[in-house]
């Protein structure tokens, strides 16, 4: 089967013709569809997870086929759609049987990192990661979503609580998690001011639903959400980005009672936050998220398949240009989410 292989830290993926993968008792085996192509990659690719090694066939949002199915696997069937969720849990710790399964105290790494994922024509995973895609559901769109509209979901849900009429503030509205932040974010009946770097990029933000933008170039964004609100404040603010530069604009963005959500994770020298603690008096909060659970990702797939959200997948590449399609990925080049498609 063809496979884009990393074989070296920091370097460039390899198509290589590598054994179809066999199948555990527990395991099910997917003909990849589309897998798409986010910045998490870029860290990855890196060496900056402690999961990984190589060489690795990385890519984990994956939507797809079963092809084949253990011989203890009930759960699924050959031909059936689905997606995959991204990690490997344990299913027994006490996050796991309480709904939290995103904090496993055992986790054992990631689709893409621990195993193999799907920049390859076939991949296998645990039968628990695999998630059915509801008819009306693209395999590239479900396969972006079971990342980057399922964990937008959880922020809203779980750590930010949108409620109707909020303010919600998104870091990055045109990367691949702020566009469906934004989005996620109007479906609470929220107002949605949206920042980013660039005119082409806010226009995107406001096609996906964002009531006003910010363009950070050009204006202080802390100054222009304060003239957005009335010197209110915003009461969420979700940065996508997660630099210090951006964390510290989401916390001089909120108004009382105020939550920051770190969503994105940046590194190197922008990656260290320094503020002062009396920005959080009056009931502001700031907390993180880490991923989403399985449920999360079947909501997703809900709102996907009802039209409240689109998966915005607006760019696509075969197989055999995952490089050029990371290089543009790693260097905000694009908008919204993007993905490999294979035959």
């Known amino acids: ?123 296998t995973v645990p039968a628990r990661n695999v998630i059915p895609i509801p008819d009306g559901v693209g395999f590239a769109e479900a396969g972006v979503a079971a990342d980057a509209v399922s964990t937008p979901w959880h922020v809203a849900t779980e750590r930010a609580k949108i409620k109707p009429n909020d303010l919600v503030l998104v870091i990055g509205a045109a990367g691949g998690l702020g566009i469906h932040m934004v989005q996620v974010a109007k479906a609470f009946g929220a107002r949605v001011i949206g920042t980013d770097i660039a005119d082409d990029r806010l226009a995107a933000a406001r096609e996906y639903g964002a009531d006003d933008t910010i363009n950070v170039s050009e204006v202080d964004p802390v100054e222009a959400v304060m003239h957005l609100t009335e010197n209110m404040g915003v009461d969420v603010v979700v940065d996508t980005i997660g630099s210090g530069t951006t964390m510290k604009v989401a916390i001089a963005s909120l108004a009382r009672a105020g939550t920051a959500v770190q969503l994105g994770h940046h590194t190197g020298d922008d990656s260290d936050v320094q503020f002062d603690i009396a920005q959080l008096r009056h009931g502001r909060t700031f907390t993180s998220v880490s991923y989403c659970t ?13 039209g409240m959200v689109r998966a915005a997948v607006l760019q696509t590449y075969p197989l055999e240009q995952l490089n050029e399609a990371l290089a543009l990925v790693e260097e905000s080049a694009l908008i919204g989410r993007t993905a490999v498609v294979l035959d």
Request: include cysteine.
């Open 294 to 306: 399985r449920q999360h990702v079947r909501e997703a797939f809900e709102l996907l398949r009802r």
């Open 1 to 123: 089967m063809r496979a884009m292989v990393l074989t070296e830290f920091g370097g460039r993926f390899e198509l290589q013709d590598l054994p179809v993968p066999e199948v555990a008792a527990n395991e099910v085996r997917i003909k990849v569809a589309a897998c798409g192509v986010g910045l998490t990659l870029k860290h990855i690719r890196q060496g900056e997870s402690r999961w990984i090694t190589v060489p690795r066939v990385m890519g984990h949002e994956v939507g797809g086929v079963v092809d084949e199915v253990g011989a203890e696997v009930a759960s699924c069937a050959p031909g059936d759609r689905v997606a995959v969720y991204l990690y490997l849990t344990c299913g027994d710790c006490e996050f796991c049987v309480t709904g939290r399964e995103s904090l496993c105290v055992v986790r054992g790494g990631s689709v893409g990192t621990a195993i193999n994922g799907g920049f390859a024509e076939y991949m």
